[in-house]
């Protein structure tokens, strides 16, 4: 009698160890899953304010590119210059199509469609005050970089701050 007391005990004993080793398991399992969560989360956070960074890193190489064309009388290194001037522009719109479909928050979006119709017009002034140095008006490029180019930059550039805010706003809000 005696014996199959302790057999008992010593089932249940073993049972209880084994479930318990069951739920530690799976709380193991999801706590892994959740911590896999936060950091694609902060991943996706990381990359959209890299591909920020880069859009705001090359609307400021653009306009310095644009004021180095306007200033260099050489019209082979102008040739060069103008180059460098579109290549940024290429590295700017790279960084915006791989940027647009992560955009994920309200703000963000807000943020974005307050910013891209300002890109725009940036573009187009940038283009305006390259004919003009192209067709020997420095003059009138100087005016439009002035009074379009280096305004909308700054509105593009206050832009993508709130946009780089957000993301760190995110990225702390997940830590």
């Known amino acids: 009698m005696k014996k199959r007391g302790s ?3 010593i089932i249940a004993g073993f049972t209880f160890v084994l479930v318990l080793q069951g ?6 399992v999801f706590s892994a899953i959740k911590h896999d969560n936060r950091l694609q989360t902060l991943a996706i956070g990381q990359e959209k304010m890299q591909l920020v960074f880069t859009m705001r890193d090359a609307t400021r190489n653009r306009v310095i590119r644009l004021y180095q064309i306007a200033t260099t ?3 082979f290194e102008r040739d060069e210059l103008y180059m460098q001037f579109r290549e ?3 590295i700017f719109l790279l960084a915006r199509d791989a940027l647009v479909p992560k955009i994920s928050t309200e703000e963000e979006s807000l943020a ?4 891209k ?3 725009t017009q940036g573009g187009i002034a940038q283009y305006e005050a390259i004919e003009r140095i192209m067709a020997g008006d420095s003059e009138k490029a100087f005016d439009i970089m002035a009074k379009q180019v280096i305004p909308l930059q700054q509105q593009v550039k206050i ?6 805010d957000e993301q760190r706003r995110n990225v702390t809000h997940e830590v």
Not at 112 to 115: A, I, K, L
Not at 159 to 164: A, C, E, P, V
Request: glycine share 8%; net charge negative.
């Open 73 to 75: 009388p050489d019209p």
């Open 23 to 28: 739920v530690l398991m799976v709380i193991s």
């Open 117 to 119: 119709p300002l890109a």
């Open 7 to 9: 057999l008992m005990t």
């Open 88 to 90: 940024e522009g290429q």
């Open 112 to 115: 974005w469609d307050s910013t």
């Open 159 to 164: 832009g993508l701050q709130k946009m780089i």
